[in-house]
């Protein structure tokens, strides 16, 4: 149905335009299948968790979701068990479905990555 792909497709740009505004952006590393990040921008309190959509572009049956917890000052830590190689898409977004961030990583090489509204 075009209409409902037009109106997730405006949901997701209404999202990134108030990452964007809050001028959020989150840095993200992995090590051995625990992952750390630091959320920064302009927010006024940080959610107790946040969801962190890591995506296959080609094999749906890979993808994951890892929950990540506050710790504190806009850090968050979670789990989740990546393969050894490939080139992952990341989707960061808080559990009020107002914002998301995103990035790419390739597993295997890179183990940090900034994530950001996309523009």
Do not use: C, F
Not at 57 to 62: D, I, K
Not at 79 to 89: E, F, I, K, S, Y
Not at 91 to 105: C, T
């Amino acid at each position: 149905d075009y209409y409902k792909q037009g109106l997730a497709i405006n949901r997701t740009l209404a999202r990134d335009e108030t990452a964007a505004r809050l001028q959020l952006a989150a840095d993200l590393q992995l090590a051995v299948g625990n992952i750390t990040l630091t959320l920064s921008g302009q927010l006024t309190s940080y959610p107790e968790q946040i969801s962190l959509r890591i995506a296959h572009p080609t094999r749906a049956g890979m993808d994951q979701t890892a929950l990540l917890t506050h710790i504190g000052k806009g850090r968050y830590t979670g789990h989740a068990q990546l393969p050894a190689q490939g080139r992952w898409a990341l989707v960061l977004e808080d559990p009020g479905k107002i914002w998301l961030l995103h990035g790419q990583i390739t597993q295997g090489g890179e183990t940090r990555v900034t994530l950001k509204p996309n523009s």
